[in-house]
C-alpha cells in the first residue's frame, strides 16, 4: 500500500480511539525525527507535529487536491463546438417550420431603428391585408395612420406579387429559389444602369430571401424553406454568438450585410440592413441596427 492509499484508508475509517491517535502522533513523532525511511521523508513534510492522524491525512489531501489539476474523467462529454453559420441557418428553418404562424386580417410588421446618430429608437410600423392594401405610421407620417395610395400590392424583396402567390411559396429550398430567381428575370426590375445582370438577378433573389424571413407574410414551410436556402447560400459566416442569438454575415454586392439569427426562436432579430416594401435596401449608419418582428393581428389603428 502506498502512501495515497495509506491516507485514503485512514479518512474512510472512523475517529480513532485516544491510545490509537496516541501511537499516531508517536510515529509521526519519530518519522521527524528521523525515524522514517528516505521515501515517507521526501513524500511527507507535516507543518504541525500535534496534529491528529486524521487531521494530518486530510492536510496532504488538500494539498494533493491543489496541485496540478487532474486530467477530465474518461467519460466526460467534450466541450460543445462553435456552431456554423450553415448548421445556425438549418436550426432557425428546423424551429420556423414548428412555429404556428397565427391568425388575423392585417400583416403587422414593425421596425425599430437604434444607435447611428439618433439618440432615440426611430419606430416604423406597416399594416397590410389580405389584398395588398396597406396602411403605415412612422417619422415620415408624424406620427399618424397613413393609407398607402396606389393600388394593393405586397413585395418580397423587390419582386412585387400578390396575396395568392405568397401563400403558395415552395417549401423545399431548391425550388423556392428557383422560383424567386426565374420570378426575377422576367419581371420589370431595373437599375441605375439599367437591365439586370446575371450578379443583379442573383442578389435580388438573395434579398427576396431574407425579406421572406423577416418580414414577409409566408407560410411556415416557405419560411423554413428560405431559411435553408441561405444557409446553401456561399460565403455565409458566423460571427459568434451576440446578444438576441447568433451574428452572421451575408455576401451582398452593395455592402457587409451582419444579421443576427436566433436558432431558438427561428427569427431574425437585429441586422444592419432592412428591405424595403419596393425591394429597396437600406443601409443602417455606423453602429446602428434595426429590429424588424412580424405577426398577424386582427387590429387596425386608427
Known amino acids: ?17 485516544r491510545d490509537a491517535v496516541a501511537e499516531g502522533r508517536h510515529r509521526l513523532q519519530n ?3 528521523g525515524g522514517g525511511t528516505a521515501r515517507s521523508r521526501r513524500r511527507f ?44 441557418l438549418l436550426a432557425a428553418a428546423d424551429t420556423a417550420e414548428r412555429t404556428p404562424e397565427g391568425k ?19 419606430l416604423g410600423e406597416r399594416w397590410t391585408d389580405r389584398r395588398g392594401q396597406a396602411w403605415r405610421r412612422d417619422l415620415k407620417t408624424e406620427g399618424e395612420m397613413y393609407k398607402v395610395p396606389g393600388r394593393p400590392r405586397l413585395s418580397l424583396g423587390s419582386l412585387e406579387v400578390t396575396y395568392e402567390q405568397v401563400r403558395r411559396l415552395p417549401g423545399r429550398p431548391d425550388a423556392l429559389r428557383d422560383w424567386i ?8 426590375i431595373r437599375t441605375s444602369r439599367g437591365g ?17 424571413v423577416s418580414s414577409a407574410p409566408v407560410t411556415p414551410q416557405a419560411r423554413a424553406a428560405a431559411f435553408r436556402a441561405l444557409a446553401a447560400w456561399p460565403g455565409v459566416t458566423n460571427l459568434g454568438r451576440v446578444p438576441g442569438g447568433q451574428g452572421l454575415q451575408i455576401p451582398l454586392a452593395s455592402g457587409k450585410a451582419r444579421v443576427v439569427v436566433d436558432p431558438a426562436t427561428g427569427l431574425l432579430r437585429d441586422s444592419n440592413f432592412y428591405v424595403m ?25 386608427k
Open 45 to 88: 513534510a507535516w507543518p504541525a507535529i500535534g496534529l491528529s492522524l486524521t487531521a494530518a491525512a486530510a492536510v496532504a489531501v488538500v494539498a494533493v487536491g491543489t496541485g496540478t489539476p487532474s486530467a477530465p474523467a474518461p467519460n466526460s462529454p467534450p466541450a460543445a463546438a462553435p456552431m456554423s453559420a450553415r448548421q445556425v
Open 104 to 122: 388575423g386580417a392585417y400583416w403587422y410588421v414593425r421596425k425599430v431603428e437604434k444607435g447611428g446618430p439618433r439618440s432615440a429608437p426611430v
Open 31 to 33: 518519522a521527524v525525527r
Open 181 to 188: 430567381s426565374a420570378a426575377v428575370a422576367r419581371s420589370d
Open 196 to 212: 439586370l445582370t446575371a450578379a443583379d438577378r442573383r442578389e435580388f433573389t438573395l434579398t427576396s430571401l431574407i425579406s421572406m
Open 1 to 17: 500500500m502506498d502512501d495515497l492509499q495509506m491516507i485514503a484508508a485512514a479518512l474512510a475509517k472512523p475517529e480513532p480511539d
Open 277 to 301: 416594401p419596393d425591394g429597396g435596401l437600406v443601409w443602417m449608419t455606423e453602429g446602428g441596427t434595426v429590429t424588424v418582428t412580424a405577426r398577424w393581428t386582427d387590429t387596425l389603428p
